[in-house]
């Protein structure tokens, strides 16, 4: 099933997670190890995650799909996106994968 949405002309696939640290490296090792994906298809880690990215784009609102302004329902989005590794803020899949529980 996951080979069908590889686009035949590219075998190049990014993968993120917040940090790139923990899911993100967990899910391109299960691909890269994935029989469904062709061989040649390279699998690669978005270094720094979506923290990363946002850092360096958080000005440039064309990079970020579905991502509106400074509205009402955006409070709190960069606490998000900001929370450090340990956190209230980190994502509960992301500490099950780090710490095993």
Not at 8 to 24: A, D, F, P, Y
Not at 30 to 52: D, N, Y
């Amino acid at each position: 099933m996951i080979a069908q949405y590889i686009p035949k002309e590219k075998n190049l696939v990014i993968v993120h997670c917040m940090r790139s640290q923990t899911r993100g490296p967990y899910v391109a090792q299960l691909l890269a190890e994935s029989k469904a994906l062709p061989r040649e298809t390279e699998v690669r880690i978005l270094k720094g995650g979506f923290q990363g990215w946002w850092r360096m784009y958080k000005g440039r609102k064309e990079l970020f799909e579905n991502l509106e302004g400074e509205g009402e329902n955006d409070e709190g989005w960069e606490d998000v996106v900001n929370a450090e590794e340990g956190s209230k803020g980190e994502a509960e899949d992301s500490r099950v994968l780090r710490v095993g529980k």
